[in-house]
């Protein structure tokens, strides 16, 4: 028996044995997860979720965390007075090995679920807070003037505020989960690294 599942954003087909890189999973070495997006199920009797499977589940062992090979970006922009940049990045993975394959009786089997991990930073950041009308505006008088940063308008700062994100020190000190879930909360798709943010706040930040 196969099935194909769903975590990451990715697809995988698999059967009990493979050995599966996935991006990272908030588990330790040695720890068993769960993944219970499943969309099918291959055999003799073939069953295709819509889009998943109920009681459906695939179980791993994590086997370590790991970190895929290194992509070098080059980002040119020629309005920027000829700005150059060069970026490595090296995604976080989480190296697991397929168990078991359940095709039903999922909710029942008291294994966790396995689930992505985000830093406790990122997700601070990225929460919408709701302050009383006097903190709202003593956090605003104490704000950095985000505009300064590349391709951040009002409305952009705006955005940024309501994520709890008011000064230049902040986005110095985003790492690479921040980032990504900061891209994903507000739908920024790319554009902290294109424009350099992080190394421009830093320069800010110093006055």
């Given at each position: 028996?196969?099935a194909v599942l769903k975590t990451g954003g990715k697809?995988?087909?698999?059967?009990?044995?493979?050995?599966?890189?996935?991006?990272?999973?908030?588990?330790?070495?040695?720890?068993?997860?769960?993944?219970?997006?499943?969309?099918?199920?291959?055999?003799?009797?073939?069953?295709?979720?819509?889009?998943?499977?109920?009681?459906?589940?695939?179980?791993?062992?994590?086997?370590?965390?790991?970190?895929?090979?290194?992509?070098?970006?080059?980002?040119?922009?020629?309005?920027?007075?000829?700005?150059?940049?060069?970026?490595?990045?090296?995604?976080?993975?989480?190296?697991?090995?397929?168990?078991?394959?359940?095709?039903?009786?999922?909710?029942?089997?008291?294994?966790?679920?396995?689930?992505?991990?985000?830093?406790?930073t990122a997700v601070d950041a990225a929460a919408p807070?709701?302050?009383?009308?006097?903190?709202?505006?003593?956090?605003?008088?104490?704000?950095?003037?985000?505009?300064?940063?590349?391709?951040?308008?009002?409305?952009?700062?705006?955005?940024?505020?309501?994520?709890?994100?008011?000064?230049?020190?902040?986005?110095?000190?985003?790492?690479?989960?921040?980032?990504?879930?900061?891209?994903?909360?507000?739908?920024?798709?790319?554009?902290?690294?294109?424009?350099?943010?992080?190394?421009?706040?830093?320069?800010?930040?110093k006055g």
């Amino acid at each position: 028996m196969f099935a194909v599942l769903k975590t990451g954003g990715k697809q995988y087909k698999v059967q009990a044995g493979d050995i599966l890189r996935v991006e990272k999973l908030a588990a330790d070495a040695g720890e068993k997860v769960q993944f219970n997006d499943v969309l099918m199920l291959g055999g003799d009797a073939p069953v295709v979720g819509a889009p998943f499977i109920d009681g459906a589940a695939v179980q791993a062992e994590v086997i370590e965390q790991i970190k895929g090979d290194k992509v070098i970006k080059f980002v040119k922009r020629r309005r920027k007075h000829s700005s150059k940049r060069t970026v490595g990045h090296r995604q976080k993975l989480t190296l697991v090995k397929i168990t078991d394959i359940l095709p039903s009786g999922a909710d029942k089997s008291g294994v966790k679920a396995a689930t992505g991990s985000v830093s406790a930073t990122a997700v601070d950041a990225a929460a919408p807070k709701k302050a009383p009308a006097k903190k709202a505006a003593a956090a605003k008088a104490g704000a950095d003037d985000l505009k300064k940063l590349s391709g951040v308008g009002p409305a952009l700062e705006k955005k940024l505020h309501e994520a709890g994100v008011t000064t230049f020190a902040q986005i110095a000190a985003w790492t690479e989960e921040d980032v990504a879930a900061m891209d994903e909360k507000l739908s920024f798709k790319g554009r902290i690294e294109r424009e350099g943010w992080i190394e421009q706040a830093k320069e800010l930040a110093k006055g």
